[in-house]
């Protein structure tokens, strides 16, 4: 069970995005974005800006960059990822749902779009683990992913499955192959 919440470093970055009104990330988002760079394809501290497309000051970077690493390290020393919301894909609970999270996860993947899909072995395989989010973040209105959507009972398994996949990702990007 990672611990990635440090009052301090957590409340520098949530202070900040409350200042910045209705546009700016619930935490449950951030950390969505958060988990997405720690598993998969990051650059470094302004990549967090440039996803959220807005200019964040030095603190809150570093904030940022510090909570990535640990959850980076707390994964890698095989802790479970904890996600700040419910696993439940259809309960709404405006900017602190898993379709929040989803959509802060998605961020981190857009930002690097080609390198989580650059490879075309593993275009399938990504595509594959990437669904849950997809899905639940509801930002692809594709006809077949609402279709997925009506059958309940899978898309709670998927929903239940997230911490396993973010492992998944964690050991294809991060792994000794990675």
Request: glycine fraction near 8%; include cysteine; charge should be negative.
């Amino acid at each position: 069970m990672t611990a990635i919440t440090n009052p301090s470093l957590k409340d520098t970055v949530t202070r900040f995005f409350a200042e910045q009104g209705e546009e700016a990330p619930s935490w449950v988002e951030t950390h969505g974005l958060l988990c997405g760079f720690a598993v998969g394809p990051y650059d470094g501290p302004a990549d967090f800006g440039s996803a959220l497309e807005m200019t964040l000051p030095e603190p809150v970077t570093a904030a940022l960059e510090e909570l990535r690493g640990r959850l980076l390290t707390d994964t890698l020393a095989g802790e479970r990822v904890t996600l700040p919301c419910l696993l439940d894909p259809y309960k709404e609970d405006d900017g602190n749902d898993l379709a929040s999270w989803c959509a802060g996860f998605l961020s981190a993947v857009f930002e690097h779009e080609e390198r989580w899909f650059g490879d075309d072995d593993d275009e399938e395989t990504m595509a594959n683990w990437l669904l849950p989010m997809m899905l639940i973040s509801g930002l692809d209105e594709d006809p077949e992913l609402d279709a997925i959507w009506e059958d309940g009972q899978l898309v709670r398994q998927m929903a239940t499955g997230i911490p396993d996949v973010l492992e998944e990702i964690l050991l294809h990007f991060q792994g000794p192959e990675g």
